[in-house]
């Protein structure tokens, strides 16, 4: 049995998994992880059920964006949540918040460091800073968890519904 808080546990094995498929080149589906392990964490660090975009964006902004400024770029919790939305649905940077005026497009550079954008809806970022600050986001939400009893108590809850966690 394992002694690794259970956040741990889910982060190890999606940033292993992230790691992987970034380095043999499949930065498409990279980016489809990721996402997808931030809208888990989202919905884990949730009092509620259903977290939709604005728990993306809560998580995202309290443990991506206000921790680890310089990592991002500038990007918005809106801008992650468009570039969410883009690669899940579509594969595109274009996102229905794009299309409004919610959220810039989101290009990503492939070595570590910022190129500027061409364009003031275009924001650039580096897929390995995004994915550092994704890893230094589930740091942050384990500091958070130990200091709240309730929230990690939930916490643990709803991770060992995943279906990771369960035989199947």
Aim: aromatic share 8%; proline share 2%.
């Amino acid at each position: 049995m394992s002694t690794l808080h259970p956040v741990m546990e889910f982060g190890m094995r999606h940033t292993a998994a992230i790691a992987c498929l970034r380095e043999n080149g499949h930065k498409e589906a990279t980016l489809i992880l990721l996402f997808a392990a931030i809208d888990q964490l989202a919905w884990v660090a949730s009092d509620k059920e259903a977290v939709g975009n604005e728990g993306f964006k809560a998580w995202v902004q309290q443990y991506m964006i206000d921790r680890n400024p310089d990592l991002l770029s500038g990007a918005t919790a809106a801008d992650l949540w468009g570039a969410r939305c883009g690669v899940l649905h579509t594969g595109a940077s274009e996102s229905n918040d794009f299309r409004n005026g919610k959220a810039r497009r989101i290009f990503y550079s492939t070595n570590l460091g910022q190129v500027q954008p061409n364009a003031p809806d275009i924001l650039v970022l580096s897929l390995e800073w995004l994915g550092t600050a994704f890893a230094t986001g589930i740091a942050w939400f384990l500091i958070d968890l130990e200091a709240d009893a309730e929230q990690d108590a939930r916490a643990r809850s709803k991770l060992a519904r995943m279906l990771t966690h369960q035989h199947l």
